[in-house]
């Protein structure tokens, strides 16, 4: 029997064990994985077999950066092969900034590139506590972008598509903050298409808990990938001693340390320490970021439980 040739493509939508993958020629077709498991995801390039009128995915090609949780039960994964993430939360409800610094520690781990969306600019005082609030965060290399995506103005368009343009872009953020809105604003009409499809796989309740790629453009230059909203972001795979390593405003000062091994908790002529912000020094690490630093050096210091 003639063997079916392997084709590529890449996996547009994940839908537990069945995926969507776009082929090369822009035909989207349902795949399953080979086998027990169900590895594939969301940005995964893919050798695949055609079988009548679906396909079986033969091959997932090497990743060149994965973003995921992990928390003591189990790993959770995002998408795959990312160039940034942009974190959209908004001035109303509150966000949690022990979520916004995980997500953003997650992402430095991978060396994928973040950036904060802060949604809701419309809501006077409500954003301007939260801007103030970020300062930090805009003090260190993260891009912080000011939203207002319920009035989808052509100044936000114009001013996600600088950042966005040319890139692969996971849409990560709480429930509330915008993503649908975001996602209806770049890529209009995507999100129905979504309904659609998870319809046609009798998996409609799935389709608010599903990852899915979305094209921006005609060309296919620039792409979102809308992952579900996320209540907990556990840290798990990152080494303590790492931690201050995936902290912008923490980093520079690790090397002012006069013990290698450091925890920069309480070790005396801790370069950390000392660049903590006071009276005298404004512009140090602000008690809040080394808060949640001590607090996950903490967590992830525990011993595991079997």
Known sequence: ??????????????????????????????????????????????????????????????RKNLLYRQDEIRTKSFAANLDQILILIAAQPEFSSSQLSRALIAAEAEHITPIIGLNKSDLIEPFERAWEWLKPYRHMHYGVLPLCLKQSSEVDRVELMKLLSGKTTLVLGPSGAGKSTLINLLAPGALAQTNEISQALNSGKHTTTSTTWYWVDSAKTTALIDSPGFQEFGLNHIDPAQLAAYMPDLRPHVENCRFYNCSHLHEPGCGVIAALQTDGNTNGISENRYKIYSELYAELSQPARY
């Open 1 to 62: 029997m003639e063997r079916i040739p392997l084709e590529r493509g890449l996996i547009v939508a994940n839908y537990g064990r069945h995926f969507l993958v776009e082929t090369e020629n822009g035909k989207r077709v349902i795949c399953h994985s080979r086998g027990k498991k169900s590895q594939g995801l969301v940005g995964d390039r893919v050798l695949w077999q055609a079988s009548r009128d679906e396909g079986t995915i033969e091959k997932i090609e090497e």
